[in-house]
T-cell receptor, first 106, second 122 residues
Framework: EIMMTQSPPTLSVSPGERATLSCRVS??????LAWYQQKPGQVPRLLIF???SRATGIPVRFSGSGSGTEFTLTISSLQSEDFAVYYC????????FGPGTKVEIK | EVQLVESGGGLVQPGRSLRLSCGVS????????MHWVRQAPGKGLEWVSG??????????ADSVKGRFTISRDNAKNSLYLQMNSLRPEDTAFYYC????????FGGGMDVWGQGTTVTVSS
């Protein structure tokens, strides 16, 4: 079973600042990794797939990188609408979600 | 407009069964794999099950294997989840999701329904 960890659990960031979220996987998943954003009371939204490809309609301030077991989601300049919980997900062997990182206003 | 609409949730006693349905519109249903994902109250996301466009490949999370069965009817643009031997820990919001990649698994889940609530309690 593939295990996933995300760090930090909570990230406090001021609007306009850069946010860097980490996702680690217990074994290599190549580039078979996605990132999702979920705001309170809303359904998750696909941000990134293939580790670095932005989904349709996702702003360029969101970028993904990494391969194998270590991945990063970067939000270059946080907007008010970006405060949310972010999940990584591997789809190399079935699917597994990480526990999430909450991005909150500092 | 692409839409996924779940139904069939509710309150059920432990050990009983429930069948969830997901009606699809706005895209060619039989071109895409589909999934069920759940979220317990205040918790994170958990993949439950997935099925390829042709129903030839199905996958299940260990937590539901042997109890849940995924199926689809491409003629009716519908996805289903038969849930048997329900447990209190199955209590969650259940989402129907569309696979991003054409035909086969992979590429994330790019469309999500609004979800349906399943509560397992005596």
């Amino acid at each position: 079973e593939i295990m996933m960890t995300q760090s930090p659990p909570t990230l406090s960031v001021s609007p306009g600042e850069r946010a860097t979220l980490s996702c680690r996987v217990s074994q290599s998943v190549s580039s078979n990794l996605a990132w999702y954003q979920q705001k309170p009371g809303q359904v998750p939204r696909l941000l990134i797939f293939g580790a670095s490809s932005r989904a349709t309609g996702i702003p360029v301030r969101f970028s993904g990188s990494g391969s194998g077991t270590e991945f990063t989601l970067t939000i270059s300049s946080l907007q008010s609408e970006d405060f949310a919980v972010y999940y990584c997900q591997q789809y190399h062997i079935w699917w597994t979600f990480g526990p999430g990182t909450k991005v909150e206003i500092k | 407009e692409v839409q996924l609409v779940e139904s069939g949730g509710g309150l059920v006693q432990p050990g009983r069964s429930l069948r969830l349905s997901c009606g699809v519109s706005g895209f060619t249903f039989d071109d895409y794999a589909m999934h069920w994902v759940r979220q317990a109250p205040g918790k994170g996301l958990e993949w439950v099950s997935g099925i390829t466009w042709d129903s030839l490949t199905k996958g299940y999370a260990d937590s539901v294997k042997g109890r849940f069965t995924i199926s689809r009817d491409n003629a009716k643009n519908s996805l289903y989840l038969q849930m048997n031997s329900l447990r209190p820990e199955d209590t969650a919001f259940y989402y129907c999701t569309k696979n991003n990649r054409f035909r086969y698994f992979g590429g994330g889940m790019d469309v999500w329904g609004q979800g349906t609530t399943v509560t397992v309690s005596s």
